[in-house]
């Protein structure tokens, strides 16, 4: 199968849906406020794209670990001292 036409193809199986916008509308379906027919589409897209599927991984594990940061405002020099932290991670 040439790849023009297996990009034909997944073109047409998704809908047009692109991996843009795959990236574009994940929040609308990890939110829920997604329509049912692009619903549809986004998981046709994700049935043949890997590198979709890892992505929608990695936004779902940064929504799980940043819910575990406590709500409290860190402490001046908390904060002072990772912003060294990283400046200097930078440096090397």
């Given at each position: 199968m040439?790849?023009?036409f297996k990009d034909?193809?997944?073109?047409?199986?998704?809908?047009?849906l692109s991996c843009q916008n795959v990236a574009e509308i994940v929040t609308e379906?990890?939110?829920?406020?997604?329509?049912?027919?692009?619903?549809?589409?986004?998981h046709m897209h994700l049935g043949f794209c890997r590198s979709c599927r890892n992505y929608l991984r990695q936004m779902k594990y940064t929504i799980q670990t940043l819910r575990q940061l406590p709500s409290e405002p860190i402490s001046p020099e908390v904060r002072e001292e990772l912003l060294r932290r990283f400046r200097d991670w930078k440096k090397t």
């Open positions: 040439s790849h023009s034909h193809l997944l073109a047409y199986m998704t809908g047009n379906y990890l939110e829920g406020t997604m329509s049912w027919t692009t619903w549809i589409r986004f």
